[in-house]
């Protein structure tokens, strides 16, 4: 990310839904669905045998003070269990820029349920890239899928702040297709997927900013807020427009939320405390500036 960052007017990511993407519509599931009390019918009471004759020529239906004694069914443990067990993970996407000095990497996270990714990798190839599965693990979270990657006609780490949002697109897109599950987690399950997340991200609370010192020649800007599609295009250009480097860092995208790091300088030097505070301004009012736009249409 050495930059000669370029600017977000010429950028050409395209988040659109495929059209061979068979979940073009929500797609509902029938759990627990019990009968309501009132749809009940008792049955003729064999016990009193002087009535039954009576009872065999007249349905017997269920007052309302009867269905009030009534127990409504419960879900057993099991049932509880299961819906525990059945709790979407937040899907996690990591671009890399600091770990490895010859390729960007690219960690993709989604609970246990990820497999080879072949699909994933042979679209971002189509980005005019070189993919290459780095490595796999396992913990807690779930099973971390890392990839190396570099650009075809050079070989070398992608540092070009379009290329890097079009690669974490692209990751998202295919998380939405093929886990449609995954579009209540994510910010823009809200405009590609098929289930919208049931609470929408505060930007003036999601947003945190804070710049530290990093040794002489160079601050640490940490940020995190409300994700949304052209987020990492638009702070790159935020930060560049006021004469501030971005060398490297860091672009998380976890659930939605985007938590980014920055290695940035000013003239090669660390950021002194006024410039901090004009770039954090500036963050901040870009940041909340869409919200108004939004609401005035």
Same mark, same amino acid.
Not at 224 to 247: F, Q, S
């Given at each position: 990310? /050495? ?5 977000? /007017? ?8 495929? =059209? ?25 009471? #064999? ?33 509880? &269990?299961?819906?525990?067990? &059945?709790?979407? %993970? ?7 820029? @600091?770990? !490895? ?17 072949? !699909? =994933? ?16 693990? *396992? ?10 990657? =570099?650009?075809?006609? +050079?070989?070398?780490?992608?540092? @070009? ?7 974490? *697109?692209? #990751? ?7 886990? %449609? ?15 919208? %997340? ?15 010192? @990093? ?11 409300? @994700? ?12 560049? !427009?006021?004469?501030?480097?971005? &060398?490297?860092?860091?672009?998380? =995208?976890?659930?939605? *939320? ?12 660390? #950021?002194?405390?006024? *410039? ?15 919200? +108004? &736009?939004?609401?005035?249409?």
């Amino acid at each position: 990310m /050495a930059v000669a960052m370029a600017s977000a /007017a010429n950028y050409g990511v395209f988040f659109t839904t495929n =059209t061979k993407n068979k979940c073009k519509f929500p797609i509902f599931e029938l759990r627990n669905h019990f009968w309501p009390a009132s749809s009940v019918c008792s049955p003729p009471n #064999i016990l009193e045998k002087r009535r039954s004759s009576l009872l065999m020529h007249h349905s017997v239906g269920l007052s309302s003070s009867m269905m009030g004694i009534i127990p409504r069914a419960t879900p057993s443990v099991t049932a509880v &269990e299961n819906d525990d067990a &059945e709790t979407v %993970p937040t899907p996690k996407v990591i671009i890399d820029q @600091d770990s !490895d000095p010859d390729a960007t990497v690219v960690e993709i996270t989604f609970g246990d349920r990820l497999g080879a990714l072949m !699909d =994933t990798m042979n679209a971002l190839r189509n980005l005019g890239l070189n993919v290459a599965k780095a490595n796999v693990y *396992l913990d807690s979270s779930g099973k971390h899928n890392k990839f190396a990657i =570099t650009k075809a006609t +050079t070989g070398r780490k992608v540092e @070009d702040p379009e290329l890097l949002e079009a690669i974490r *697109l692209t #990751i998202i897109n295919n998380l939405l297709e093929y886990h %449609p599950e995954s579009s209540s987690q994510l910010a823009m399950g809200a405009t590609f997927g098929v289930e919208p %997340p049931k609470e929408k991200v505060d930007v003036d609370i999601a947003t945190h900013i804070r710049v530290d010192d @990093d040794g002489p020649s160079r601050s640490l800007l940490y940020m995190e807020t409300a @994700d949304r599609p052209g987020l990492l295009v638009d702070l790159v250009k935020i930060i560049t !427009d006021i004469n501030i480097t971005v &060398e490297s860092g860091e672009f998380d =995208t976890e659930g939605l *939320l985007a938590k980014m790091k920055f290695h940035v300088s000013y003239k090669s030097k660390a #950021i002194s405390r006024p *410039l901090q505070q004009v770039l954090a301004n500036s963050l901040r009012y870009f940041l909340r500036r869409p919200t +108004t &736009e939004e609401a005035s249409f």
